[in-house]
């Protein structure tokens, strides 16, 4: 199977500059993330090669990344098997971004921002809206995504960062199962503009406030339609 049949067109361009490793990352990761190395299942070293067009070593590589990362398991000599994720270890990781995201938006109303920096994260919440009124949730996440992304960033933590992007990469491994079968976000489109307001308002109490309550929904909407649908390791 070629690179293109499992990613689409696209990776090959956006990969020159990169190292093989990189690419590897990034493509076993988009894999895993679309459940197309399914949670449980065991591939050979030689199989992600040859399924990637790479040679083995990039792969080896990129896998002992992916280890560290949370995503799967190396087994010496038996290649690696990707790992489950449970209902217990989405609350957990929720309850992890619900605090950290929520001192992001508290640091960030601290702050003397300017329009410019509130730029993206605007514009994201623009998206938001409009992928709601065309029903396109596949685009609706992704602006959900910069959004929060850009909370982190305004707050200005590199640490908290760091801590935050090793766990997205989980959320998005869900997400992808439950996009379609949660209720129309439009609350949450509400919630990051009034967080937004509480910024610029420079009140960081609410700011804080609201983010939480909006991460707590988001969290037991989440572990919740895991259960209903048997989603119980993903």
């Given at each position: ?26 493509i076993i ?34 896998t002992l ?126 919630d990051h ?42």
């Amino acid at each position: 199977m070629s690179i293109e049949t499992d990613i689409g067109p696209g990776l090959g361009r956006d990969a020159r500059g990169k190292s093989s490793t990189q690419v590897a990352i990034e493509i076993i990761k988009k894999l895993i993330l679309e459940n197309k190395l399914p949670a449980g299942s065991s591939h050979l070293e030689s199989e992600l090669a040859k399924r990637l067009g790479m040679s083995r070593t990039p792969i080896r590589e990129a896998t002992l990344i992916l280890e560290a990362q949370g995503l799967l398991e190396v087994k010496p000599r038996r290649g690696v098997k990707i790992l489950a994720l449970s209902t217990e270890d989405m609350t957990e990781i929720y309850q992890i971004l619900t605090e950290l995201e929520g001192l992001s938006a508290e640091l960030a109303a601290k702050k003397d921002l300017t329009d410019e920096d509130f730029a993206t994260a605007e514009h994201a919440i623009a998206n938001m809206d409009k992928a709601l009124e065309l029903d396109e949730r596949e685009a609706w996440a992704i602006a959900d995504e910069v959004f929060h992304n850009e909370l982190i960033r305004l707050g200005g933590n590199s640490r908290i960062a760091s801590i935050v992007e090793m766990y997205n990469d989980q959320v998005r491994r869900v997400r992808s199962l439950t996009l379609y079968l949660r209720p129309s976000p439009t609350k949450s489109n509400d919630d990051h503009r009034n967080v937004l307001r509480a910024i610029r308002a420079r009140d960081p109490e609410r700011a804080r406030s609201l983010h939480t309550a909006h991460r707590v929904q988001a969290g037991k909407i989440l572990t919740e339609l895991l259960q209903k649908f048997g989603f119980h390791h993903v």
